[in-house]
């Protein structure tokens, strides 16, 4: 006795669906295959690492802004830490 199994459109584009995605991510992870290809990736890798460069510089000139300087871990002073605010005194 044969047994046909009838499958309709939308079960299979949800079996493509849920197969193409892991044959897309074992494609992607695939090294540079052109010299062209090469090129463009290190041109995105230097492009990365000036964005942090940058990003490094900008964050250090803020903290310089705002008076945070590389200190000691210890300054000698037993005084805690001011807030910047003022201080009330009765």
Do not use: N
């Not at 939308?10 to 695939?30: E, W």
């Not at 290809?37 to 290190?42: A, S």
């Not at 000139?61 to 009765?90: C, F, K, L, M, N």
């Amino acid at each position: 006795m044969t047994r046909e199994i009838l499958i309709s459109r939308r079960t299979v584009l949800s079996l493509i669906g849920v197969a193409l995605p892991a044959t897309i991510l074992a494609v992607s992870k695939a090294e540079a295959q052109t010299p062209g290809m090469e090129r463009r990736e290190e041109r995105r890798e230097d492009r990365q690492e000036r964005r942090e460069d940058r990003r490094d510089d900008r964050e250090e000139r803020r903290e310089e802004r705002r008076g945070v300087v590389d200190q000691p871990a210890t300054t000698g002073s037993t005084a805690p830490p001011s807030t910047g605010a003022p201080e009330i005194v009765e």
